[in-house]
């Protein structure tokens, strides 16, 4: 009884205030994702602090975000419970994060009422800082984190059965079903997200034939006779995202000139409403699709040699390679090549 009144009265809420709202409507949407969990040192309910850095090295960690108003939240959370009294001794750390602005007398009172006494650390992001951190933008959010500190699964949503996927995924990050194909590596903050073997274009290398579609499902021709910029990016790739405005405002200061320029975005179809989301705030770099099965996943990377985010690549109207860099870009140098190729 305390059980289903506590739902009940959890669901019926809808301030925005208190956070990210519950996902409601079709299936979960799991990717994988590959990208460095973010850092972060919280307090948990009873007063103590769980630092991530404490556990990166040693333990595969899970992080659930939850919210008092969120019933599927709370369908999950027995599961998640399941699995690390199952896995805990072979190094599993789960960190159960409340995204309420509630003070943690309120939450514990919550857990009481449907029964929630979890074995690991509940820690509390009124301020939402940690919900920010990891772009968490409905719940519930479930997050696993390798021994590394590589982000490896990102789900939104629950569903009944969920469970056995990340079961599947933490096995095999524990080690117990073989060791993962690495396919990303730790180089000046960028986001490895193809396998090891592809080298980037270089510059004077002639590319023909480059197709890709548009958010409309449009199909874009590139080198049509006007330079072009690209930029691949992912949503989990934070260098791509801070430098977004910079080279929004570079792409709109040389449009007059004859530059074209396009945001290629690597991640799932799966994530297409966010990619929509984030790209919309940018007019100015129309996106490109690159991660979409439909037109054979990654083709512009392939043809580029790109294996990384942020990747830009500065192209003539032909075709040929002017420019290609991996990383944080320089942009006063990416603005002179462009000049060069603007020709003014």
């Known amino acids: ?134 772009k968490v933008e409905v719940l519930p959010v479930t997050v696993l984190i390798d021994r590394s500190g590589w982000i490896r699964l990102y789900q939104e949503g629950y569903r009944p059965g969920d469970e056995d996927q990340f079961e599947s995924k933490i096995r095999r990050l524990l080690g117990r079903e073989g060791d993962e194909d690495v396919t990303l590596a730790s180089r000046g903050g960028v986001t490895v997200f193809a396998p090891a073997g592809a080298s980037l274009a270089a510059q004077g290398q002639a590319v023909s034939a480059l197709r890709s579609r548009n958010a409309n499902g449009e199909d874009v021709a590139l080198a049509t006779g006007r330079p072009s910029l690209l930029v691949f990016w992912s949503l989990f790739c934070k260098p791509c995202r801070d430098e977004f405005p910079q080279v929004a405002a570079l792409a709109e200061r040389y449009r007059t000139k004859g530059l074209v320029t396009y945001s290629v975005n690597v991640d799932s179809d799966r994530l297409r409403p966010r990619v929509d989301r984030f790209s919309g705030k940018h007019p100015e770099l129309p996106c490109l699709l690159d991660g979409t099965e439909a037109e054979g996943k990654g083709s512009l990377a392939k043809a580029l040699g790109v294996r990384a985010t942020p990747t830009h690549v500065l192209l003539d109207g032909q075709g040929k390679v002017l420019h290609a860099t991996a990383g944080k870009t320089d942009l006063p140098a990416l603005e002179a090549k462009i000049q060069a190729a603007v020709g003014r």
Not at 84 to 108: C, I, M, Q, W
Request: proline share 5%; with cysteine.
């Open 1 to 134: 009884m305390l059980f289903c009144l506590a739902l009940t009265a959890a669901c019926s809420r809808s301030d925005p205030e208190s956070g990210p709202m519950e996902k409601t409507s079709g299936e979960s949407v799991t990717v994988e994702v590959n990208s460095r969990a973010p850092a972060f040192a919280a307090q948990t309910l009873d007063g103590g602090t769980v630092r991530l850095a404490d556990s990166i090295g040693s333990n595969v960690v899970l992080l659930e975000f939850w919210s008092i108003f969120c019933k599927s939240c709370v369908e999950e959370m027995p599961h998640v419970e399941d699995l690390y009294r199952r896995y805990a001794a072979e190094g599993l750390t789960v960190v159960s994060v409340n995204t309420d602005v509630f003070s943690a007398k309120r939450v514990t009172s919550f857990l009481q009422k449907v029964g929630i006494r979890p074995p690991y650390p509940i820690v509390r992001d009124a301020r939402q800082e940690i919900v920010e951190a990891y």
